[in-house]
């Protein structure tokens, strides 16, 4: 028997130390390799083979997991403040969008020829699955390209930018959270009118950089879009912190997101809007190492 | 080794995915805003009946798969359920019959199963161990595991076992 058992320890040790290496080989070239063709044909397909799953589960469970919230929000009398809350969110961002409105047309008015486009189209989609672990920014969402949803796209719920499209099938797309660490966005702070990049942490804050401001970014200031890859005007959030700018330093700061990202179920995706580099974007937009974060970024 | 045993420990390993994302995904059921980590808790909980080389095996396939499902670097979660795998397949004679060993393998297997993870993304380039609530992230699976630990490993060995009068039955 102890031969058999020693036999035994010693192939599941070097299966073990196997295995290990070889998931060491995988991030590694993961992370190295230039294009991500390989690990995005891989995703693809194994979400192709989770869609039908998630959607029937989501579809069947939706109503317990509503009752399990509807428990927990305490009787309704959660239920009302959320509503008023969301009311509040909205009336807030109505008010945010008017302003940032306000702002380019006072900008455009300021550029002779130029007008105003008509209205962006959009499609609204409902998020079905997320990442499986806390540590994913990813979301599922039921529009693919058939919906004429194509990687890069903004998506947006009614408080703000949510994120970006990052891998597309014919029904389905994943978007990448502004949360995530591999997302960068273009911004412009609406009280300076400067410019600046704002990157996901993970969770929490999103990190503003601004390498070129002459003036402070106070706290509360509106953060919007510059329109260098996504629509202009998009809400970000609100400056979390007051940050002074001084002379040969980057001006570093927080900016806490509008959008409730640990509550968004449905989304508007701008298909209206290409991204200017669409093409950059299936190559480089789908990477998931923070490392390859200034290849995704919009600034 | 029985085929129809690994078979049921997959189809287990893919539901406990599609679980994750949608019944315990965001914004859904995560008491204090995050989620018990039901693929670990699987896996943790499979190892009584499935022999360790086929564990550890299997514990690689439901980490790549989480890494395909999820938005970080390929082979991560592989290389820590793997880990997990291993420590699960070494204490299973333990806890297989045993409440309190199979309480604390869950909460602990689950802990190493995090922290491993932050640990190899931070190497790898990811800003996991900087993220904001990284500690939440780490310890509260771990504690809600250890609350689904009872019911998980029942149905499992409802599963494998309907006969057999242990702790769980």
């Given at each position: 028997?102890?031969?058999?058992?020693?036999?035994?320890?010693?192939?599941?040790?070097?299966?073990?130390?196997?295995?290990?290496?070889?998931?060491?080989?995988?991030?590694?070239?993961?992370?190295?390799?230039?294009?991500?063709?390989?690990?995005?044909?891989?995703?693809?397909?194994?979400?192709?083979?989770?869609?039908p799953?998630?959607?029937?589960?989501?579809?069947?469970?939706?109503p317990?997991?509503?009752?399990?919230?509807?428990?927990?929000?305490?009787?309704?009398?959660?239920?009302?403040?959320?509503?008023?809350?969301?009311?509040?969110?909205?009336?807030?961002?109505?008010?945010?969008?008017?302003?940032?409105?306000?702002?380019?047309?006072?900008?455009?008015?300021?550029?002779?020829?130029?007008?105003?486009?008509?209205?962006?189209?959009?499609?609204?989609?409902?998020?079905?699955?997320?990442?499986?672990?806390?540590?994913?920014?990813?979301?599922?969402?039921?529009?693919?390209?058939?919906?004429?949803?194509?990687?890069?796209?903004?998506?947006?719920?009614?408080?703000?930018?949510?994120?970006?499209?990052?891998?597309?099938?014919?029904?389905?797309?994943?978007?990448?959270?502004?949360?995530?660490?591999?997302?960068?966005?273009?911004?412009?702070?609406?009280?300076?009118?400067?410019?600046?990049?704002v990157?996901?942490?993970?969770?929490?804050?999103?990190?503003?950089?601004?390498?070129r401001?002459?003036?402070?970014?106070?706290?509360g200031?509106?953060?919007?879009t510059?329109?260098?890859?996504?629509?202009?005007?998009?809400?970000?959030?609100?400056?979390?912190?007051?940050?002074?700018?001084?002379?040969?330093?980057?001006?570093?700061?927080?900016?806490?997101?509008?959008?409730?990202?640990?509550?968004?179920?449905?989304?508007?995706?701008?298909?209206?809007?290409?991204?200017?580099?669409?093409?950059?974007?299936?190559?480089?937009?789908?990477?998931?190492?923070?490392?390859?974060?200034?290849?995704?970024?919009?600034? | 080794?029985?085929?129809?045993?690994?078979?049921?420990?997959?189809?287990?390993?893919?539901?406990?995915?599609?679980?994750?994302?949608?019944?315990?995904?965001?914004?859904?059921?995560?008491?204090?805003?995050?989620?018990?980590a039901?693929?670990?808790?699987?896996?943790?909980?499979?190892?009584?009946?499935?022999?360790?080389?086929?564990?550890?095996?299997?514990?690689?396939?439901?980490?790549?798969l989480?890494?395909?499902?999820?938005?970080?670097?390929?082979?991560?979660?592989?290389?820590?359920?793997?880990?997990?795998?291993?420590?699960?397949?070494?204490?299973?004679?333990?806890?297989?019959?045993?409440?309190?060993?199979?309480?604390?393998?869950?909460?602990?297997l689950?802990?190493?199963?995090?922290?491993?993870?932050?640990?190899?993304?931070?190497?790898?380039?990811?800003?996991?161990?900087?993220?904001?609530?990284?500690?939440?992230?780490?310890?509260?699976p771990?504690?809600?595991?250890?609350?689904?630990?009872?019911?998980?490993?029942?149905?499992?060995?409802?599963?494998?076992?309907?006969?057999?009068?242990?702790?769980?039955?």
């Open positions: 028997m102890l031969p058999q058992s020693g036999r035994r320890v010693n192939r599941v040790t070097i299966l073990f130390t196997s295995l290990i290496a070889i998931g060491f080989l995988i991030a590694t070239f993961d992370v190295r390799s230039e294009s991500d063709d390989v690990g995005d044909v891989l995703r693809e397909g194994t979400q192709s083979v989770f869609t799953l998630q959607k029937g589960v989501d579809w069947v469970t939706a317990v997991v509503g009752f399990v919230d509807g428990v927990a929000n305490l009787a309704g009398l959660r239920d009302e403040n959320d509503r008023l809350e969301a009311r509040v969110r909205e009336l807030e961002a109505e008010v945010r969008a008017t302003d940032a409105l306000e702002e380019q047309v006072v900008q455009l008015e300021l550029i002779n020829g130029l007008t105003i486009g008509e209205e962006l189209s959009t499609v609204t989609a409902r998020i079905y699955a997320s990442g499986s672990t806390p540590f994913d920014n990813v979301r599922y969402i039921d529009k693919g390209s058939n919906d004429g949803v194509i990687a890069g796209q903004a998506v947006i719920d009614e408080d703000g930018l949510v994120g970006r499209v990052d891998l597309v099938s014919a029904n389905d797309a994943r978007i990448r959270l502004i949360t995530d660490p591999a997302v960068s966005v273009g911004v412009r702070v609406q009280s300076t009118n400067e410019t600046g990049i990157t996901g942490r993970g969770d929490g804050p999103l990190r503003l950089e601004m390498y401001a002459s003036q402070p970014v106070r706290e200031a509106l953060v919007v510059d329109g260098s890859r996504y629509p202009p005007g998009l809400v970000i959030g609100s400056v979390a912190r007051t940050a002074e700018a001084e002379v040969g330093f980057v001006l570093r700061t927080q900016v806490e997101p509008a959008a409730n990202l640990s509550q968004v179920d449905y989304v508007k995706v701008i298909v209206g809007f290409s991204p200017i580099d669409a093409g950059l974007e299936s190559d480089a937009g789908t990477t998931t190492p923070t490392t390859r974060s200034a290849a995704t970024g919009d600034g | 080794m029985r085929r129809s045993r690994i078979v049921i420990a997959l189809i287990v390993v893919v539901i406990a995915i599609v679980l994750q994302t949608t019944v315990f995904g965001a914004g859904r059921i995560q008491p204090l805003g995050v989620a018990p039901l693929v670990v808790l699987v896996l943790i909980g499979l190892a009584p009946y499935v022999e360790p080389e086929y564990h550890v095996l299997l514990g690689f396939t439901a980490g790549i989480v890494d395909l499902v999820g938005s970080g670097t390929l082979g991560l979660w592989a290389m820590s359920f793997t880990i997990v795998a291993f420590l699960a397949g070494r204490l299973r004679a333990r806890y297989a019959d045993s409440i309190v060993w199979s309480l604390v393998a869950a909460f602990t689950t802990l190493v199963a995090q922290v491993v993870y932050v640990v190899v993304s931070t190497l790898f380039g990811q800003e996991t161990l900087g993220e904001p609530n990284v500690v939440a992230k780490i310890v509260m771990a504690v809600w595991n250890l609350v689904l630990a009872y019911p998980v490993f029942w149905i499992l060995r409802y599963a494998y076992a309907p006969r057999d009068r242990s702790w769980a039955s």
